[in-house]
Nanobody, 119 residues
């Protein structure tokens, strides 16, 4: 059974930092591209970042470029999202998701973790 479990969310002041983690089980983690998405109240879910199987290739949405960094530890089956210089607009539920290498759809999703930025 595939499981993705996010952790690390919480309340952070604007300008501060937070690190999200997503622990994967039930899949061969190193064969998956991992993604971070977020959904703010009343808004559509948006892609924040992706990281390929080796960690050697990443993508970031313009809204977080230069502030967020994704990394992964394949030995621990875990992907991370380091959030820095957070803004009120970063307030959302953050989800991690998994896509088979070469695939087009993120087929596995975590339950999400709330990040709230106070101004």
């Amino acid at each position: 059974q595939v499981q993705l479990v996010e952790s690390g969310g919480g309340l952070v002041q604007a300008g501060g930092s937070l690190r999200l983690s997503c622990a994967a089980s039930g899949l061969i983690f190193s064969r998956y591209t991992m993604g971070w998405f977020r959904q703010a109240p009343g808004k559509a879910r948006e892609l924040v970042a992706t990281i390929n199987w080796s960690g050697g290739s990443t993508y970031y949405a313009d809204s977080v470029k230069g502030r967020f960094t994704s990394s992964r530890d394949n030995a621990k089956n875990t992907v991370y999202l380091q959030m820095s210089s957070v803004k009120a607009d970063d307030t959302a539920v953050y989800y991690c998701a998994a896509k088979r290498a070469g695939g087009t759809i993120f087929e596995r999703w975590g339950q999400g973790t709330q990040v709230t930025v106070s101004s």
